[in-house]
């Protein structure tokens, strides 16, 4: 008897032993595989899983592999498709800002951060970036209202004028902003709007006169053959200016689209100089102006359209011309600086007041004392766009009563 209750009470201590290893084993496997699984998830990625074995995880191995790979191709096409946004607010022109409930910028694109002239906007509040009460109080009016808000405004110290639309997430109180950079639309805008007046400007005072001699001579002018000759003289000085205002409005337009081919050779600058000159001496002689010319001879050649730049020139000296007084000098010269030729007009006339020195070479603009004048006002744009047709850049500087000089770069020979 006591043989017997030996053998099963040592029965007993082998199946607790085996249970017992068998649970430790069991323990540890699953520690290993609760390791496993951690590291996956520290990591992203399920590569370093556990393989199955013989211990009976053969289910769960499989199971939690299964599940590793679905959680591997979400997070795989979830990096795909976050590169792929990376890369469309990258290259968007529109400035793009995400904000959390508590107003502070959690993504921000580069557009974003040029507009708003912002370089880390990351972590930062929606009145630090936006930097103006308008734009601020369209995003709070959002984040109370939840309704979409759009405002536009101008930032005359930025030069800037911006649409901003605000997009809020009723859900979690975030907000996404998109903002426009509609400076060159309102530029171009203005530039409409300018033309239009100085068009109607320019038209009224010939269509003006022509109305009004057309009814003197019908009022019973026409009866009388010397007044009848001098205002039909005056008709054609009428249809001459505005035939010439229609044909440098299209040359103007042709330029500007690019329909007129230049026809670029090596060209002299002393030469260029020397041929407007020529070509304006008889009337600068007839304004009693003393006409003369600077520039070396051995000045580097450009490449250039000499029939062009010799039409920038006589624009340039016809305009010398028609605001200087008897007496007074026009030079024309010619240096080089660096890989340039830089050529200057200079009067000793009435100057341009500084307000007028930044548009002068608008279609149709000309300063006050200048309405009193011959000119469409088209040849300084038109020399613009030649001199800008052949890769240079032309500018004025001036003072009132000191005169005026216009300078215009074009690039040498390689």
């Known amino acids: ?157 930025r030069q800037k004028f911006l649409q901003l639309f605000v997009l809020p997430d009723r859900q979690n109180g975030s907000c996404l902003l998109l903002v426009q950079d509609l400076t060159r639309v309102r530029r171009l805008e203005t530039v409409r709007r300018d033309f ?32 009848a000759r001098r205002f039909l003289g005056r008709m054609e000085t009428e249809v001459d200016a505005l035939a010439q205002m229609a044909q440098e409005l299209l040359e103007l337009t042709r330029i500007e689209s690019g329909q007129v081919p230049l026809e670029l050779r090596p060209v002299s600058p002393s030469a260029l100089l020397e041929a407007a000159a020529e070509r304006m001496r008889a009337q600068t002689e007839r304004a009693g102006l003393n006409l003369h010319v600077q520039a070396a001879a051995d000045l580097p050649l450009v490449q250039a359209d000499a029939t062009r730049l010799e039409q920038v020139l006589v624009n340039l000296i016809h305009n010398a011309v028609k605001f ?42 000309k300063a006050d004392r200048a309405r009193t004048g011959g000119g469409t006002g088209l040849g300084l744009s038109i020399s613009r766009h030649l001199v800008e047709a052949h890769g240079g850049r032309i500018w004025a500087e001036s003072k009132e009563g000191q005169g005026s000089t216009f300078y215009f770069t074009i690039p040498c020979l390689p």
Do not use: C
């Open 1 to 157: 008897m006591n043989w017997f209750l030996s053998g099963l009470a040592l029965l007993f201590l082998v199946l607790a032993l085996l249970l017992a290893w068998r649970q430790a084993r069991l323990r540890r496997r699953l520690e290993a595989y609760s390791q496993a699984v951690r590291r996956a998830a520290e990591e992203r990625s399920p590569a370093d899983l556990l393989p199955p074995d013989e211990s009976g995880l053969e289910e769960l191995s499989n199971a939690v592999r299964a599940l590793a790979a679905t959680l591997q191709d979400r997070l795989l096409e979830s990096e795909s498709r976050r590169a792929e946004l990376a890369t469309v607010l990258e290259r968007m022109t529109d400035g793009v800002l995400i904000t959390d409930s508590a107003g502070r910028v959690q993504l921000a694109n580069a557009a974003a951060e040029r507009l708003f002239e912002s370089p880390a906007p990351l972590g930062r509040t929606v009145a630090e970036v936006l930097r103006h009460h308008q734009l601020v109080e369209a995003w709070q009016n959002a984040q109370t209202s939840g309704e979409e808000q759009s405002v536009a405004v101008e930032l005359p110290a």
């Open 324 to 365: 200087t007084p008897p007496g007074g000098e026009v030079a024309l010269s010619a240096a080089a600086e660096g890989n340039w030729i830089r050529f200057a007009v200079r009067d000793t006339g009435v100057g341009i007041p500084a307000d007028d020195l930044t548009r002068i070479f608008e279609r149709f603009y």
């Open 196 to 227: 239009i007046s100085n068009v109607s400007h320019e038209l009224r005072t010939p269509l003006a006169s022509l109305k009004a001699l057309t009814e003197t001579l019908r009022d019973g002018a026409l009866d009388d053959p010397e007044a």
